[in-house]
């Protein structure tokens, strides 16, 4: 065999296919509607349209491209659809969805600073850039996760870390009894990530402790005041709090300042969860939504969710970082470079060695839209969401079930004399009914054990039209028995 044989496809299939292939992303982002925003598949129907074993020989692209409209664009959910509304709406822009595609052919893993200086220090830049758009003050190290579960993970291995006496990195946790029993705090309405990284720490489920919420879902910082002090007292040791600015099930703001306050009374890390909310702040009128941020320990907000940025983009930010190296920087003889001690190395602050090149997508973004655009855009979400509101409002046997300091909406129809069970049933049956028309796609979630639909404004491409369209499907769904 020879090397012609051996190598890459002919760089003629890149031109010819990728030029069809942008050609079909440009309908495909003009006409998102054109497919139902839920897939219609059933479980293995993706599966079963697909040959069980690889193939031996090389297929052509046009066949391979064939494959991918026909068999695995219908059992696409498309998050690009402007009727989606459901859980925290995201999209993919143009500019983010031409940086990514930069990200694939340049391949370059950004692990060490000499691996591509470019993806460290464009990383570095960029993440400045947004700290900037957010509000925030200088001081801030930021870093680019995956996800906001990655990220809160990397928050609480550093609160660990944040007590050295503790000696975790070196000794573990196990079989310790001089070892007090850590413990980290969150609101009910916190996300399930912070479960998680405490049980990927070792920290363990029972002891992360879900403080009481007020009348509008967010954190009393009396309760995480007593909760605090009878872990004391119980001989526990409080590591961290999770505040959330943005839950998931309503996007309230838990009250940052007083967490902080009480944070540092006690000697705990805090890290704030604005992976929904904490990007409303690159508008001067939700700049307020991070007032206190500055007195935590670390932030994160996701670009992925609500910045046009195509997923997965999750910016870490830490005050810290000589922490967070502390608990993750391992040099295995291999990776030892010159310039160490000069430059900033991102495999020091996790756990992962590879690392996406995932800042260009994201200064593509930002330098595209500017960040007046991007203001602009997280605006109209928001207003777009209190126009839903005031409908919801308005319209009889229906009611609002949270506030809405952002753009999602929780609400349910709740006619006069219906149970809580009936209502449960209701308002499934409406959410489902929805679902299934293939033009909007919505949530629910439970608050105080009451059954309420979600829905969220998070899509570039959303306009009044689809939420109006998603208000009469929902009322229609309501009037059929
Ligand atoms: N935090 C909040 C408030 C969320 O709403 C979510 C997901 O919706 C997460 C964290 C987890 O985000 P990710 O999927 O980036 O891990």
Request: hydrophobic fraction near 45%; aromatic fraction near 8%.
């Amino acid at each position: 065999m020879t090397d012609t044989i051996l190598g890459d496809l002919p760089t003629t299939d890149l031109e010819l296919h990728g030029q069809r292939l942008l050609a079909w992303i440009a309908t495909y982002l003009e006409h998102p509607e054109r497919y139902p925003v839920v897939s219609p598949l059933a479980p293995g129907d993706v599966r079963r349209s697909l040959p069980p074993a690889p193939p031996a020989a090389g297929e052509g692209l046009e066949v391979i491209l064939r494959d991918f409209e026909s068999k695995i664009l219908p059992g696409i959910t498309h998050w690009n659809h402007p009727g989606f509304f459901a859980y925290f709406s995201i999209s993919a822009s143009i500019p983010g969805i031409l940086g990514e595609l930069l990200t694939a052919a340049l391949d370059v893993n950004g692990m060490l600073w000499k691996t591509s200086p470019a993806a460290t220090e464009l990383e570095e830049l960029t993440l400045d850039w947004l700290r900037q758009l957010l509000g925030l003050q200088a001081g801030w190290f930021g870093l680019i996760n995956d996800t906001a579960s990655i990220s809160t993970m990397l928050a609480l291995a550093a609160a660990r870390e944040a007590k050295p006496e503790l000696a975790i990195r070196s000794r573990g946790m196990a079989g310790r009894p001089d070892l007090p029993v850590l413990r980290v705090y969150c609101s009910e309405h916190a996300h399930s990530s912070v479960d998680k990284g405490a049980l990927t720490l070792g920290i363990g489920l029972d002891n992360v402790v879900h403080i009481a919420s007020d009348a509008e879902f967010r954190m009393r910082p009396d309760a995480l005041e007593a909760a605090i002090a009878a872990d004391v007292a119980a001989g526990y040791l409080p590591l961290a709090c999770v505040a959330t600015v943005g839950t998931t099930s309503t996007t309230s703001i838990d009250p940052v300042e007083a967490i902080a306050r009480i944070c540092t009374a006690a000697r705990m890390w805090l890290h704030i969860d604005g992976a929904y909310g904490g990007v409303a702040a690159v508008s001067p009128r939700f700049r307020h939504v991070l007032d206190g941020v500055e007195l935590a320990d670390s932030l994160v907000v996701n670009p992925h969710k609500w910045l046009f940025t195509p997923i997965d983009c999750s910016a870490f930010y830490t005050r810290h970082p000589h922490v967070l190296k502390r608990a993750f920087s391992l040099v295995p003889e291999y990776l030892v470079t010159r310039e160490q001690d000069e430059v900033v190395n991102l495999m020091d602050y996790g756990v992962q060695l590879g690392r996406r090149f995932r800042a260009l997508k994201l200064w593509m973004v930002i330098r595209a839209f500017g960040a007046e655009g991007l203001a602009a855009r997280l605006e109209r979400h928001c207003e777009l969401a209190q126009q839903f509101a005031q409908w919801v409002t308005a319209a009889e046997g229906w009611e609002l079930c949270a506030p809405v300091p952002f753009s999602l909406v929780c609400f349910r129809f709740a006619p006069p004399g219906t149970s809580e069970a009936e209502c449960e049933q209701l308002n499934s049956a409406i959410l489902h009914r929805v679902n299934g028309s293939g033009e909007a796609y919505l949530s629910h979630t439970k608050l105080s054990g009451r059954y309420v639909l979600r829905l969220a404004i998070g899509n570039i491409r959303t306009e009044e039209r689809h939420l109006a369209r998603a208000w009469d499907l929902l009322r229609e769904a309501a009037a059929t028995p």
